[in-house]
C-alpha cells in the first residue's frame, strides 16, 4: 500500500501555547482517518500544518513522500493537491457557486473557462447542487455552502482531502447530507483525513480512529477497537462524556 | 466557534431605517407623517427667515450677498470658470484611487522583509494627513516650478492637481485598509489553500470584497476633493472660486461668490445623496441576506 501522508514528530506552538507536542501519524492511500478529541486538543491545527498553512516548529509532514516542510517547497503547489474544508464554509461571498468552484482551476491549473465549468458543473451534479450554479453563497442554507465547499476543493483534483469539523457550524437537520457526501467520496476511494465530532459517523465511515489528547496523538486503531474497548484511561473519559451528550 | 457573524464579516449593522431619508418617521401611516413634516419644516424656515431678516445689517447683507442682477450676470463665467474644477477633480479622482490602492496595499503586505514599504505608507499617510491641504498646494505650486528642470511642466494647474493627489492619496489609502482589513482572514485562509499565490487572493478575494465595501466613505472623500479643487485657484488659476472674487473685487458685490458656492453645491449634493443611497442599499441587502437561513 502506498503512503499518502506522514506526520513525524510534529511540533506546533502559538505563543507561549504548545498546540502539538509531537505527533505522529501516517496514512495509507484511500484510506479514511478519523481525528477525535475534545476542542482544544489541536485537531484543527494538525490539519492546518498539513495543508502548510501554519508554519511548523519542528518535526517533517511528508505528503506522497515529499517535505513539504522543507526549505523553498513551493507551498501553492502542495496546496494544489490537498484539499481542505472549514467548518465555517469560507465560501467567497462575491462570487457565485459556479465562480467560487471554478476559480482556483482557471487561476492555478490554467484550465480554460469552458473546461473548468465543466469540471464545475459535473461534480455540482453529482452532488445533487446542480440547480445552485448562479446562486450567490448567502442564498444557500449552511448544507449547501458546506457542500459547495467540498466541490470548490474537489475541483482542484486533490490528492489528499482534509475535513475540519465539517458539520460542526450546521443544524442537526442539516447534518446528514454533508455526512452523505463525505460517504460517497469514501466509497469513491479519497484520501481522507477528517477532524469531527460525529462518532457514529467515524465509527462507520473511518479506516483508523485517532484520538488526540493535549497535543498529541494518545490512542489509535480500528474504529472498533477504540469506541469499544478503548485502553487509555483519558480515551475511556472522553467517550463516557461523549456518550453521556448523547452524540454516540 | 466561528459563528454566522464570522463568516459574514465585520460589518454587520444593526437593522434600522436611514433617519434623513426617511422623511416619514417611524409610524405606519406615511401621508400623515410626509405632511407633519412639510408644516414644520415650513414653520422652520419662515423662522429662521423672520430672525435673520429683523437683524440689524441685514437690508446691507442682502444688497451685498443677494442681488439678483450681479448674479445673473457673473453666473455664466464662473460657471465656465467652474469647469476647470471638474476637470481637476476628475483627473485627480483617478489618480487618487489608483494611487491610493497602492498605498493600501503596501502597508498590508506581511513579514519583515517588506517592512520598508509598510514603513514608507505609514509615514507617507502620517506625512500628507498631518499637513494642510494648502500648504502642499502652495509649497508644490510656487516650488515646483521654479526649479526650472527640463521637463518638469510649470502649469500651476498640474502641480495644484500633483498636490490633491498627494494629500487625498493619504485619506483614501486610510479609507481602502480599513476596507481590507475587514474581510475576515478565513476568506485569505480559504484562497491560499486552493493553492492561489498571495498576490492571486488579494486581487480576486480580498480586494473585490474590501472595495464593495468602502465606496460610501471613498465617496465621502471624493466630496470633500470636489470643494477642494478651490485651493488650486490660490495658485493663480481661474476656478469657480477665484473668478467669483475677481467680480466681487470688480464690482464691490459679493453675490458672486454665492454663485460660486450654488455651482459647488449642485455637485456635492447629488454625490451626498448617491452616497446615503448606497449606504442605504447596502443595508438592505445585508438585512435581506441575513433573514435568509
Same mark, same amino acid.
Given at each position: 500500500?502506498?503512503?499518502?501522508? @506522514? ?42 500544518? #498539513? ?44 462570487? $457565485? ?21 465543466? &469540471? ?12 445552485? &450554479? ?12 458546506? &457542500? ?58 473511518? $479506516? ?13 486503531? /480500528?474504529?472498533?477497537?477504540?469506541? *469499544?474497548?478503548?485502553?487509555? +484511561? ?7 462524556? #461523549?456518550?453521556?451528550?448523547? @452524540?454516540? | ?5 464570522? @463568516? ?17 418617521? $417611524? ?12 408644516? $414644520? ?46 476637470? #481637476? ?43 494642510? *491641504?494648502?500648504?502642499?498646494? *502652495? ?12 521637463? #518638469? ?31 475576515? /482572514? ?43 479643487? +478651490? ?23 459679493? *453675490?458672486?461668490?454665492?454663485?460660486? +458656492? ?23 441587502? &445585508? ?7
Amino acid at each position: 500500500m502506498n503512503e499518502a501522508l @506522514r506526520v513525524e514528530r510534529l511540533h506546533k506552538s502559538f505563543g507561549r501555547i504548545e498546540v502539538l507536542r509531537g505527533v505522529d501519524l501516517v496514512v495509507a492511500e484511500h484510506q479514511v482517518i478519523c481525528l477525535i478529541g475534545a476542542s482544544g486538543s489541536g485537531k484543527s491545527t494538525l490539519l492546518r500544518c #498539513i495543508n502548510v498553512l501554519e508554519r511548523i516548529d519542528s518535526g517533517r509532514i511528508l505528503v506522497e513522500g515529499r517535505d513539504v516542510t522543507a526549505r523553498g517547497v513551493d507551498v501553492n503547489e502542495i496546496r494544489r493537491q490537498i484539499g481542505i474544508v472549514f467548518q465555517a464554509f469560507n465560501l467567497f461571498p462575491h462570487m $457565485s457557486v459556479l465562480r467560487n468552484i471554478t476559480l482556483a482551476p482557471r487561476d492555478v491549473l490554467d484550465l480554460s473557462r469552458s473546461e473548468a465549468e465543466e &469540471r464545475a458543473v459535473a461534480l455540482l451534479e453529482r452532488f445533487g447542487l446542480g440547480d445552485k &450554479r448562479d446562486e450567490y453563497p448567502d442564498r444557500l442554507s449552511g448544507g449547501q455552502q458546506q &457542500r459547495v465547499a467540498i466541490v470548490r476543493a474537489l475541483a482542484m483534483q486533490p490528492r489528499l482531502m482534509l475535513l475540519d469539523e465539517v458539520t460542526s457550524a450546521l443544524d442537526p437537520e442539516l447534518v446528514a447530507e454533508v455526512l452523505e457526501v463525505i460517504r460517497e467520496l469514501a466509497t469513491g476511494a479519497m484520501t481522507m483525513v477528517i477532524a469531527t465530532h460525529e462518532m457514529a459517523f467515524a465509527r462507520d465511515i473511518a $479506516s483508523r480512529v485517532c484520538f488526540l489528547d493535549d497535543g498529541m496523538i494518545l490512542e489509535e486503531g /480500528p474504529p472498533e477497537q477504540i469506541f *469499544t474497548e478503548p485502553r487509555e +484511561a483519558r480515551t475511556q473519559r472522553f467517550l463516557q462524556r #461523549i456518550i453521556a451528550a448523547g @452524540r454516540l | 466557534m466561528a459563528s454566522e457573524g464570522d @463568516r459574514r464579516g465585520d460589518l454587520e449593522i444593526a437593522p434600522r431605517r436611514s433617519r434623513i431619508l426617511d422623511v416619514t418617521g $417611524s409610524g405606519n401611516d406615511g401621508r400623515r407623517g410626509l405632511v407633519i413634516a412639510l408644516i $414644520s419644516t415650513v414653520i422652520f424656515l419662515l423662522l429662521v427667515g423672520f430672525a435673520i431678516s429683523r437683524a440689524p445689517g441685514w437690508q446691507e447683507v442682502r444688497r451685498a450677498f443677494f442681488d439678483w442682477g450681479y448674479f445673473k450676470e457673473s453666473f455664466p463665467e464662473i460657471a465656465r470658470a467652474f469647469m476647470l474644477n471638474v476637470k #481637476i477633480f476628475m483627473i485627480a479622482e483617478v489618480f487618487i484611487l489608483v494611487f491610493a490602492l497602492l498605498l493600501a496595499v503596501l502597508r498590508s503586505l506581511p513579514g519583515p522583509v517588506f517592512f520598508p514599504l509598510r514603513a514608507f505608507a505609514v509615514v507617507y499617510t502620517d506625512f500628507f494627513r498631518g499637513v494642510p *491641504t494648502i500648504l502642499v498646494i *502652495t509649497l508644490l505650486g510656487f516650488g515646483a516650478p521654479a526649479l526650472q528642470l527640463q521637463g #518638469i511642466p510649470t502649469s500651476t494647474t498640474f502641480w495644484g492637481i500633483v498636490a490633491l493627489v498627494l494629500v487625498y492619496s493619504a485619506y483614501v489609502s486610510e479609507v481602502y485598509r480599513a476596507g481590507i482589513e475587514s474581510v475576515h /482572514p478565513s476568506q485569505e485562509m480559504a484562497a491560499r489553500s486552493l493553492g492561489l499565490s498571495r498576490g492571486q487572493t488579494l486581487r480576486r478575494v480580498i480586494l473585490p470584497q474590501a472595495v464593495r465595501r468602502v465606496i460610501p466613505p471613498l465617496l465621502n472623500d471624493f466630496i470633500g476633493l470636489q470643494k477642494d479643487t +478651490a485651493l488650486v485657484g490660490t495658485l493663480g488659476a481661474v476656478e469657480a472660486f477665484q473668478q467669483a472674487q475677481i467680480d466681487a473685487n470688480a464690482t464691490f458685490n459679493y *453675490t458672486a461668490l454665492l454663485a460660486a +458656492a450654488v455651482l459647488f453645491v449642485a455637485i456635492t449634493i447629488p454625490l451626498a445623496r448617491f452616497t446615503d443611497w448606497l449606504i442605504l442599499r447596502d443595508r438592505r441587502r &445585508r438585512e435581506a441576506s441575513g433573514t435568509l437561513a
